[in-house]
């Protein structure tokens, strides 16, 4: 399909979606008990389907949404908790077009599979907006807006502040350990990475694996990449902070020192990763900000007051090298 089509089938979406989120409401089923003169349907009714609470960084997420919506009175929040299934999502969707809530605001676990259901919400006339993580559709017209940020870039850092950490001359053996298989957090954060390094033979990938972004089967994998390579291994790539936190613990139950011995560098930035970097233990940290309840407020009410609002909200990051920088940051942590 030629870019000129494509964007004007977009331009239309979106001009649909402040078109229906405007008139809708009206439908809405906001509380009125307040004998507001405005009266019933003043609020977005927001149907929020969560992947679960694998990491530190989502339950960031979860009380970011949870907070913000949940203090501002313009706000309903139906909240579900998928428990990293994506059916469950499926379900969540199913039940949130049911109700006929305003806007759907859903973090897909993996990329695939959502044509179906989204099909459904865009019948129904419910816009839905993609929190943190990405989707493969064709039809971009199934969803309005991605807030979150670009994995591929996190991925790109995780590689440049490596090799410039360890010098572009030495030979390391990384391994890496990867997200949850098929989500866009995982397959870009991969992307970003291998795209960086392959310009530079002497770093290779010798182990990679998933650890579905938990703290328990990021300690698991390590520990079979040490037993099979252990004094190999030169640096650990995780694609969370809970992966390389329990990755940390296999390092030392195998007796060598992370940080020193095997270097870490971790994506996310959760306040555990920063007092694991002023330990030692850790290296670099890749901050990917799960603080995105302010920006899905702004976007539902921009959308609310017809105006059109961008395709890609990105968030503000930034990259922790060492101790000192890893101190500077931690009072002012949030998460
Ligand atoms: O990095 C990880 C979480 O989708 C960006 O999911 C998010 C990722 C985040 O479980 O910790």
Not at 243 to 267: C, F, H, N, R, T
């Amino acid at each position: 399909m030629g870019k000129t089509k494509k964007g004007w089938m977009l331009l239309f979406a979106s001009l649909m979606t402040i078109f229906l989120l405007a008139g809708c409401n009206s439908e809405s089923s906001g509380s009125s008990s307040d004998g507001d003169s405005k009266g019933k349907g003043d609020k977005i009714v927001v149907g929020f389907s969560q992947i679960g609470a694998e990491s530190g960084w989502r339950t960031a997420e979860t009380d970011s949404i949870k907070d913000t919506l949940g203090n501002d009175p313009q706000f309903e929040l139906k909240f579900s908790d998928a428990q990293q299934k994506q059916e469950n999502q499926i379900k969540a969707l199913r039940s949130f077009i049911a109700q006929k809530v305003d806007l759907i605001a859903l973090a897909p676990v993996v990329e695939s599979g959502w044509e179906t259901v989204l099909k459904e919400a865009k019948n129904a006339d419910i816009p839905v907006i993609l929190l943190d993580r990405g989707i493969n559709v064709k039809d971009e017209t199934l969803y309005t807006s991605f807030i979150g940020s670009d994995f591929i870039t996190e991925g790109e850092n995780a590689a440049k502040e490596l090799i410039n950490l360890m010098g572009k001359d030495s030979k390391v053996n990384i391994v890496e350990l990867q997200g949850t298989v098929g989500a866009s957090a995982a397959n870009d954060r991969m992307a970003g990475f291998a795209k960086e390094i392959k310009g530079n033979a002497n770093y290779k990938i010798i182990k990679s694996q998933t650890g579905d972004f938990t703290r328990t089967k990021g300690k698991e994998v390590m520990e079979a990449f040490l037993k099979s390579d252990g004094d190999n291994i030169d640096a650990v790539y995780a694609h969370n902070d809970d992966m390389a936190l329990g990755a940390i613990q296999a390092i030392e139950e195998y007796g060598l020192k992370p940080g020193e011995d095997i270097k870490v560098v971790s994506v996310d930035g959760i306040k555990d990763i920063f007092k694991a970097v002023i330990a030692g233990k850790a290296n670099i940290i890749i901050e990917c900000n799960p603080l995105l309840g302010p920006q899905l407020a702004q976007a539902a009410k921009d959308l609310k007051a017809g105006k059109e609002i961008e395709r890609w909200i990105k968030t503000d990051e930034e990259v922790f090298v060492g101790k000192e920088a890893a101190e500077k940051a931690l009072s002012s942590r949030q998460y």
